[in-house]
């Protein structure tokens, strides 16, 4: 791809939009040209933009679609199946960051693949992705997520309201949810994202399995990962480092977006 010739637009100037913002202008400021950023906070999106080197345009969501070659979703899962919609209907390539929003509408990835509109989802906190896309080329028997959180990572989950769970009155460890990495998103669509895309990656979200445990002894956002099958059993650990701004944000999903759109302007790719 030539120098510059990627016009990348980010919807959602929060924790994960404003540290990809700064590396479009950092460690790919050769590669992208950070041409538009939104969020439905005003306020965030204009303290983003003086705090670049070279302020973006703020456009609304239509308008950044309509003027980047590459939109970015940094928002919420309750608009990234309809930012992905709009960028298959104007043929805009794009990133999704909440991935859980995608989870039930399936079909808009189908139509994004006849239309050639390109749709990244980065690994995110998650080790494994790489693999279960490998056995996938053969028979695969189980995948299982098991996602240990502290409770500040798990705050404000309807799942907890609608069961009624105190993360408060949790004094040691817990297992909060067990069930389908569909189920998973629906009752904590701010927290397990990796769930939705480890579904898509490998046997679906109604198949894959979760597990989440939370303590208060907890200090990082633990995820594992078990596949088994043809290929045999793969196991991965990946002990996060909750971000500050978000702690229901790792620093390594940051780091996967901003390798995932370097990866985009390279024509050498490693891994699967
Ligand atoms: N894929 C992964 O591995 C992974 C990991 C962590 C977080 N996430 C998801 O990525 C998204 C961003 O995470 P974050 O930590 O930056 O969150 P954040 O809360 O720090 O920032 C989100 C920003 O989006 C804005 N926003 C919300 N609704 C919007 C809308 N309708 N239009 C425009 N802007 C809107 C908010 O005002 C805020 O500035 C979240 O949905 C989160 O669940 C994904």
New binding site residues.
Partial sequence: MGSKSLKVGI???????SQIAHACQGLLKDKVNLAAI????AK?ALALKQDLKKGPAVLR?DELIKNCSLVVE??????SGEVLDKCVRSGRDCMI???GGLIGREELLTKAEKKGVRVYI?S??LCGIDGVKSASAGRIDSVTLTTRKPPRGLAGAPYLKENKIDLDKITGKTIVFEGSAEEAIKGFP?NV??SA?LGLAGIGAKKTRVRLVTSPDYTKNIHEVEIVGECGRIFTRTENVP?K??P???GL?VF?AISTLAGITRSVRIGT
């Fill in positions: 919807i959602g100037c929060g924790t994960i939009g939104c969020d439905s906070d965030r969501q940094a928002a919420s899962a309750r608009i960051m909440s991935v980065p995110g906190a701010q994202n990796v895309a971000s701004a978000n229901k944000t790792s999903a996967s």
